[in-house]
């Protein structure tokens, strides 16, 4: 809220929260087995590599194979216990009339980016919170996370604006993600991967978490 003069004052209302918070410091062990894992993944899962030669070009996901990965090998489970941790403190944020014992993970799957690749503006749907888990990185030039307003389409005849913004004023957001760290949102925000333009692998974890 604020206070423009004596009788005149502006609220920002319905914001759009996102948590990331590093979970795993660079040099942690867990990153070193999650990238071995991934890679023997990428490697071996060949239904995986069917899907991705169709909806996910130069790339690999286990989005259409392998998406409980949690139940596959401890680093994945090891990475759930880290990013349920944060997933209650982003309900208490969000002041959900819940139980964390509510909410469970129903799908984690692994993506790798190479040069090309790009995810285009997609959903969650029937989740309610959603997120990603970085664990390695081009070292200069890293892909964003890109998050849109979920009002722009609902907006008509808006006038142009400025080319440099307060936050709270953008229409599209780009997360520029660092390995380790752990980024949540809610499931119905529409967000893409903007293309990989570097020769360097971007590879990350994604997840859902559902209301039982």
């Known amino acids: 809220m604020y206070l423009i ?28 087995s999650l990238k071995s894992d991934i890679v023997k993944l990428s490697e071996i ?15 690999y996901t286990s989005y259409g194979s392998l998406d409980q990965l949690h139940l596959f090998s401890t680093s994945f489970q090891d990475l759930k216990k880290k990013i ?26 692994v993506n790798v980016m190479p040069k090309g690749t ?3 503006g997609h959903i969650h749907p029937l989740s ?3 997120g990603t888990f970085y664990v390695s990185l081009p070292k200069k030039d890293v892909p964003s996370l ?24 953008v229409n599209f957001y780009n997360f520029i993600p660092k390995v380790g760290e752990v980024v949540l949102f ?20 994604s997840f859902n978490y559902d209301w039982r």
């Open 84 to 109: 349920d941790k944060q997933v209650n403190v982003f309900v208490q944020q969000l002041e959900w009339n819940i139980s964390i014992d509510d909410l469970h993970l129903s799908k984690m799957w």
């Open 128 to 130: 309610v919170v959603s």
């Open 146 to 169: 890109k998050f849109e307003d979920p009002r722009f389409t609902q907006m008509m005849a808006v006038p142009p604006k400025k080319k440099k913004l307060q936050l709270k004023n």
């Open 45 to 59: 899962d060949t239904d995986g590599q069917r899907w991705s030669s169709e909806n996910y070009l130069y790339g």
């Open 5 to 32: 003069d004596a009788i005149c004052m502006i609220q920002n209302l319905f914001p759009t929260q996102i948590l990331n918070s590093t979970i795993a410091p660079r040099n942690h062990p867990l990153l070193k």
């Open 186 to 205: 809610e499931s119905w925000l529409r967000h893409e991967v903007v293309q990989n333009s570097t020769n360097e692998l971007r590879i990350s974890v």
């Open 118 to 120: 790009i995810h285009t």
